[in-house]
Antibody
Framework: EVQLLESGGGLVQPGGSLRLSCAASGFTFSSYAMSWVRQAPGRGLEWVSAISSSGGSTYYADSVKGRFTISRDNSKNTLYVQVSSLRGEDTAVYYC??????????????WGQGTLVTVSS | DIQMTQSPSSLSASVGDRVTITCRASQSISSYLNWYQQKPGKAPKFLIYAASSLQSGVPSRFSGSGSGTDFTLTISSLQPEDFATYYCQQSHSFPRTFGQGTKVEI
């Protein structure tokens, strides 16, 4: 059974940083690209960042480029995102999501339960 | 960036109704269009990929169609468990983008 378990969220002051983690199990983690998707309270889904299966390619939304860094450790089956220079508009539930297949045009077939990041003084 | 626009933003329907949600892309995305269902406090659930392919385990009352820029999600006979918010998402290019969501209410 595929499981994705996020952790690392919490309350942080504006300008602060956090590292979010997503522990994966139940599939060959090193074969699949992964993404982070966030949802601000009462709002829709916003794709944040993606990383290729090897970690060699990364992609970011303009809203987080230069502030967020996605990475992965295939030996630990874990996805990360370092979130820095946080702003109030970064307050959201952050989900990790797995690509459905191995191609370049994949949907997200499994999602974690999410971890809440609250940016407030 | 490719903008995804859903309509309507919300709709009211009854059990047994046929429901159609529309998603429009700002440029052609071929058939790289996916649909998700989300219930309050839960992670999204994957429903349809490549515009019209039903994910395993998803009831056959759900169907998708379209290509290029115009797509639809249809629920043929709405069931109580279908009351939720539905999102389209393009996987044609980065950045991946979602529609703003359509809330299906009783």
């Amino acid at each position: 059974e595929v499981q994705l378990l996020e952790s690392g969220g919490g309350l942080v002051q504006p300008g602060g940083s956090l590292r979010l983690s997503c522990a994966a199990s139940g599939f060959t983690f090193s074969s699949y690209a992964m993404s982070w998707v966030r949802q601000a309270p009462g709002r829709g889904l916003e794709w944040v960042s993606a990383i290729s299966s090897s970690g060699g390619s990364t992609y970011y939304a303009d809203s987080v480029k230069g502030r967020f860094t996605i990475s992965r450790d295939n030996s630990k089956n874990t996805l990360y995102v370092q979130v820095s220079s946080l702003r109030g508009e970064d307050t959201a539930v952050y989900y990790c999501a797995k690509d459905y297949g191995l191609g370049g045009y994949e949907p997200f077939d499994y999602w974690g339960q999410g971890t809440l990041v609250t940016v407030s003084s | 960036d490719i903008q995804m626009t859903q309509s309507p933003s919300s709709l009211s329907a009854s059990v047994g109704d046929r429901v159609t949600i529309t998603c429009r892309a700002s440029q052609s995305i071929s058939s790289y269009l996916n649909w998700y269902q989300q219930k309050p406090g839960k992670a999204p659930k994957f429903l349809i990929y490549a515009a019209s392919s039903l994910q395993s385990g998803v009831p056959s009352r759900f169907s998708g169609s379209g290509s290029g820029t115009d797509f639809t999600l249809t629920i043929s006979s709405l069931q109580p468990e279908d009351f939720a918010t539905y999102y389209c998402q393009q996987s044609h290019s980065f950045p991946r983008t979602f529609g703003q969501g359509t809330k299906v209410e009783i």
